[in-house]
């Protein structure tokens, strides 16, 4: 089964950078949709961010846009999410997700591929 594995969280303060890091364990999915779900405490989880196969095509919630920005290398099987100008309500964790179809991916969709998560905390 494949496994997909994030790297990069942490503790940073308001308005610092972290960058996230997702390497799929078979080199199967090295060209399948990636993406990076997150929850926060007492809340539902929910869409950050979304790369096509080939990264032609990248997603963003509107709560994001303008400063996270998704990339991928497909040689090295592995999915980024780079987050500037921070807020204390990007504090959660970080799941990144893998889908043969994008839209699927978006949606969350029952069947598609989770990471472990990985903690993301903003201090004010």
């Known amino acids: 089964q494949v496994q997909l594995i994030e790297s990069g969280g942490g503790l940073v303060q308001a308005g610092g950078s972290l960058r996230l890091s997702c390497a799929a364990s078979e080199q199967t999915f090295a060209n399948y949709p990636k993406g990076w779900f997150r929850q926060a405490p007492g809340k539902e989880r929910e869409f950050v961010s979304a790369?096509?196969?080939?990264?032609?095509?990248?997603n963003y919630a509107e709560s994001v846009k303008g400063r996270f920005t998704i990339s991928r290398d497909n040689a090295k099987n592995t999915v980024y999410l780079q987050m500037n100008s921070l807020k204390p309500e990007d504090t959660a964790v970080y799941y990144c997700?893998?889908?043969?179809?994008?839209?699927?991916?978006?949606?969350?969709?029952?069947?598609?591929?989770w990471g472990q998560g990985a903690q993301v905390t903003v201090s004010s």
């Open positions: 997700v893998a889908d043969w179809n994008l839209p699927r991916l978006q949606k969350g969709a029952s069947g598609i591929y």
């Open positions: 790369i096509s196969w080939n990264g032609a095509i990248t």
